[in-house]
């Protein structure tokens, strides 16, 4: 019997500037993170004597449901902030592919503090404090909106709604490992000096989102197509489809986004691509942006 349950939303970095590096060498970066409709789901099932895990799903058959998983880490970081000991069994339908720059095992650790928050009567505040040391992506996860993110990603803007445009997401089954893309970054020449983008009161259309977003870059795509060229080909791809307005990749990869004036727009190019998608074993997702 499932007592709760939540998504857990794709992040896609429209935008991904590396702007400086703190002395632990971690990167500081400016970033427009939205959701897609695309998403994991986490139930939360019948009390247990510790918190435990099943995983199913698409992509689940690549995570162990053992104390490594961003769910059970999350279920652990909130009971000891909490000082309950009240486990329960939960199950995660991993639906997004692991490792591929929309920040899913993010959304799910983000989404299992959201359920036992409500359970457990937790403010939205203390959930983003426990969110942090968890990962970089996991507190913009905790709200699932538009916001800029700054630091390594703790600081976190709310930005304006976005348009109700669509967006194709293509992954071309390959993990990329984050250290390694940030490492051929730093080698291939590192921070730009640029002005930081300024966003308006609000987009009007996806249009106007795109004529922003042509004046910035995700700086890791470059070394993340260093390492896997068949990132070029997704990109490509996206670009070649009848009404896309921009593609671009997510994070630090594989996964790369095209963005359309409508959820239509974006689903016919899924449809359009299919074929050509199943016979190189690509992941789509095509539908809405999440708005706020
Ligand atoms: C690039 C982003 C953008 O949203 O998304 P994803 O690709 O993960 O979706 C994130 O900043 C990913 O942050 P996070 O998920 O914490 O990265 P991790 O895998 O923990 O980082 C692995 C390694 O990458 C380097 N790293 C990571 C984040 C950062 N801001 N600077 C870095 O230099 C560090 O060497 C770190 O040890
Ligand atoms: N529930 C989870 N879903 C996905 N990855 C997870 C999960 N729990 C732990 N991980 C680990 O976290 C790492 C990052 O995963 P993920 O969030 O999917 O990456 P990305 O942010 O690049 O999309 C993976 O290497 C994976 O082994």
Request: charged content about 20%.
């Amino acid at each position: 019997m499932t007592l709760l349950q939540d998504t857990a939303h794709a992040k896609i970095n429209l935008y991904l500037h590396m702007t400086g590096r703190r002395p632990d060498g971690y990167h500081l970066l400016d970033s427009l993170a939205v959701f897609a409709g695309a998403a994991d789901e986490v139930r939360i099932a019948e009390k247990s004597d510790r918190f435990s895990l099943s995983i199913e799903g698409r992509f689940g058959a690549g995570l162990e449901a053992d104390d490594s998983n961003l769910v059970l880490r999350a279920a652990r970081a909130l009971q000891a902030h909490a000082g309950k000991n009240d486990p329960y069994h939960l199950t995660l339908e991993k639906n997004l592919p692991v490792a591929s720059g929309i920040g899913g095992g993010s959304a799910d650790a983000a989404c299992t503090l959201r359920l036992l928050g409500e359970l457990w009567n937790i403010d939205e505040a203390d959930l983003i404090a426990i969110a942090e040391p968890l990962g970089a992506d996991v507190p913009v996860c905790v709200q699932q909106k538009p916001n800029r993110m700054e630091g390594i990603g703790e600081i976190l803007t709310v930005a304006p709604a976005m348009p109700n445009g669509g967006i194709l997401l293509i992954n071309p089954g390959l993990a990329v490992s984050t250290p390694d893309i940030f490492r051929s970054f730093a080698a291939m020449g590192g921070i730009i000096e640029r002005p930081a983008p300024v966003f308006p009161a609000r987009w009007t259309s996806m249009s106007d989102l795109v004529e922003m977003l042509s004046l910035t870059a995700n700086d890791l795509q470059a070394p993340a197509i260093h390492h896997a060229p068949s990132i070029g080909k997704v990109l490509d791809t996206l670009d070649m489809q009848k009404e896309c307005l921009m593609a671009r990749m997510s994070g630090s990869g594989a996964t790369c986004f095209g963005l359309f004036p409508t959820p239509d727009a974006a689903r016919n190019a899924e449809i359009e691509l299919s074929k050509e998608a199943a016979h190189l074993g690509w992941w789509t997702w095509a539908g809405p942006l999440l708005q706020d």
